[in-house]
């Protein structure tokens, strides 16, 4: 495996494009640091970590080798510490997601100030032993030594291969089990960041032949005028100074920007196991905030609201994608045609080879447009809610692209709003994007915060939904 960076935070921008492998250089570029806060936790975890950890036995080494037969004293080891490994890599990769881990124990990811439940050289021997099987997926980092003889570069990549994707459904591990399977126990910490960090203003990317290309996108200086967003991520990082979370790792958080303020501005948790992406739904239920049960209030249908709230149209009523002459069975492709539209600012024409195949397989995206337009017809029109200055600010090509952008920014300026209120009052709230994760005592007074703060931008209602 190669070398990765030398910041817990630091994204990597350069893509993934080596000749060796024929993985898509997108997915590579979206993997998540490797979680080695979990182990297995029901049955059919621990049965297949079992066979695995035998497995992979009299491929650890001289030491191992010479100890087959009736002697394994490093048994229980060897099947904990397999436990974690696996629990990180399927908690993801079961839904086909790389995990990013770096090789070299130099580098910050095996800091002995993270307290990794398993060491580099445990963890080293397990996964090339696990490679040698054909059990991984893996693509090599690009590393390199920067001027002060630190590492740098792109991290290694890892995933479950189609063979233990296989020997996981046998034993009854699952994508839809993962989050029984594979506990969250012991969070990994993450780094406070340098003020510095707390924004991060990228520029706005390019296409090549007619795809939007990851590699034009690069760090650039936060713009004059951003003095108040810096202004709320310092007090929301304060705010958090003394709070005891359980059931995710500790929030360090980051506010992400495309070319200037108004286009995204979404607030990201930092680390694998972070209470936004490293943990599932149902987990999030289950954090604690100074010892008290949270609530996450949801704005209902949040991009379409706020869509139609740009285009002075009323706020959807009943299920807002239920559409005429659809049924029930295409609900999952009506709301993935959804998250297209807002994405490139147009209707799809095919749907991508990235979604659900069980969608691919229900429905064309081009016989949801037509009633999706019934039903809205202003989304027609849906480019005409980007100010005319900051459209023509932007390249032709990626005039579509802005719409996402800018919904993103308006939604993202509502929670902030929200945040402010919140915290003004003494509480403490999590940003989930189109939501907020408050202690279940604040649900209330939060929930008439965030309609305050959607009329006082928007001028109209929203459904919020609490979870």
């Not at 100890?67 to 099947?79: C, H, M, P, W």
């Not at 920007?257 to 979404?266: C, I, K, P, Q, V």
């Not at 905030?289 to 209030?297: M, R």
Request: charged share 25%; hydrophobic share 40%; with cysteine.
């Amino acid at each position: 495996m190669g070398d990765g960076l030398t910041n817990t935070h630091a994204r990597e921008q350069r893509p993934f494009s080596p000749p060796s492998h024929q993985h898509d250089p997108a997915d590579l570029e979206a993997a998540h640091w490797l979680s080695l806060g979990r182990v297995p936790d029901t049955e059919a975890a621990h049965a297949l970590v079992a066979r695995i950890a035998e497995d992979i036995r009299p491929h650890l080494g001289s030491r191992t080798k010479a100890a087959l037969g009736n002697r394994d004293k490093g048994k229980e080891r060897r099947v904990r510490e397999t436990g974690i490994i696996l629990a990180g890599l399927l908690r993801r990769g079961l839904k086909g997601h790389w995990s990013a881990v770096n090789e070299s124990p130099s580098t910050w990811f095996w800091k002995a100030s993270r307290k990794l439940p398993v060491k580099h050289t445990a963890f080293k021997s397990k996964v090339d032993a696990m490679q040698t099987l054909g059990l991984l997926d893996h693509v090599p980092g690009k590393s390199f030594k920067g001027a002060f003889g630190d590492y740098q570069g792109h991290a290694a990549r890892l995933r479950p291969s189609k063979k233990l994707l296989e020997l996981a459904e046998q034993y009854g591990c699952l994508s839809q089990t993962a989050a029984q399977d594979w506990k969250l126990i012991n969070p990994a910490p993450v780094e406070r960041m340098a003020t510095h960090e707390l924004l991060s203003f990228t520029t706005i990317p390019r296409k090549r032949n007619g795809r939007i290309d990851p590699a034009s996108r690069s760090k650039m200086d936060i713009p004059a005028g951003c003095e108040d967003l810096l202004a709320f991520m310092k007090a929301l990082t304060s705010s958090l100074a003394t709070v005891v979370f359980t059931g995710c790792a500790e929030p360090v958080f980051q506010a992400r920007f495309s070319g200037a303020r108004e286009f995204g501005g979404r607030i990201y948790a930092q680390g694998p196991d972070n209470y936004q992406n490293g943990i599932s739904k149902d987990e999030r239920q289950h954090i604690t905030i100074n010892g008290e049960p949270v609530a996450e209030l949801d704005l209902s249908a949040s991009f379409l609201s706020i869509a139609l709230a740009l285009l002075n149209q009323p706020a959807p009523e009943g299920d807002p994608y239920a559409l005429p002459g659809l049924d029930e069975a295409h609900r999952a492709a009506i709301k993935q045609w959804f998250v297209v539209f807002w994405q490139t600012g147009k209707a799809p024409n095919k749907w991508s080879d990235k979604t659900p195949q069980a969608i691919r397989d229900s429905i064309p995206p081009t016989d949801i447009t037509g009633p999706a337009f019934e039903r809205y017809p202003a989304l027609k029109d849906i480019k005409s809610i980007v100010p005319e200055a900051l459209l023509k600010s932007v390249e032709k090509p990626m005039r579509s692209w802005a719409v996402g952008q800018y919904l993103t920014g308006v939604e993202a300026g509502i929670m902030r709003e929200a945040m402010s209120s919140i915290m003004e009052t003494g509480g403490i709230v999590l940003p989930v994007h189109d939501s907020l994760i408050v202690p279940r005592s604040l649900m209330e007074i939060a929930g008439k915060i965030i309609q305050s703060a959607y009329k006082k931008r928007l001028h109209k209602k929203i459904g919020i939904k609490i979870r």
